[in-house]
């Protein structure tokens, strides 16, 4: 959605400084430390990604600061969920793939259900199995004038 709001460049250079959004959620929630040179890198990149912004937002490019409030919430959310999850896995001796697994379990319940509640399961089941293609489905074109 933020890709609306923002051009294609800016959008990659800000997803490359998730590492900053990590190591902020760690220092501040789990009391990681880093090396004085992991800092040094990460306020170059941010320092570089704040004047390549400055330079965009001058441009004719597509840039808006609704398209990067929404990507910087992006990366808030993922830096939180990366330290999250590691201090999970830690806690209760969890391996990744387990982890993932189990996340991915819970998540497609949720979304299974939150589907079927408001009418999309059905909707997209009747779709999976109508025969045709999404060009006969679109303009009801009979079964039988497809046929071979």
Known sequence: MAMAYVNY???????????????LFG???QKKTYRAVDYM??????????????????????????GITMLTISLL???????????????????QDEFIFWLYSIATLAITFAAAISGDLLKGLVFLFTPGTLHNIQNEVALTSIMW
């Open 9 to 23: 460049p800016a959008k990659t250079l800000m997803k490359s400084s998730r590492v900053a959004f990590t190591m």
């Open 27 to 29: 220092t501040l929630f």
């Open 41 to 66: 890198v990460v306020a170059l990149m941010v320092s570089g990604l704040c004047m390549f912004m400055h330079a965009d937002a001058t441009s004719s490019a597509v840039f808006h600061p609704l």
């Open 77 to 95: 959310c993922d830096g939180a969920i990366s330290n999250m999850s590691e201090r999970i896995m830690n806690q209760y001796e969890v391996g």
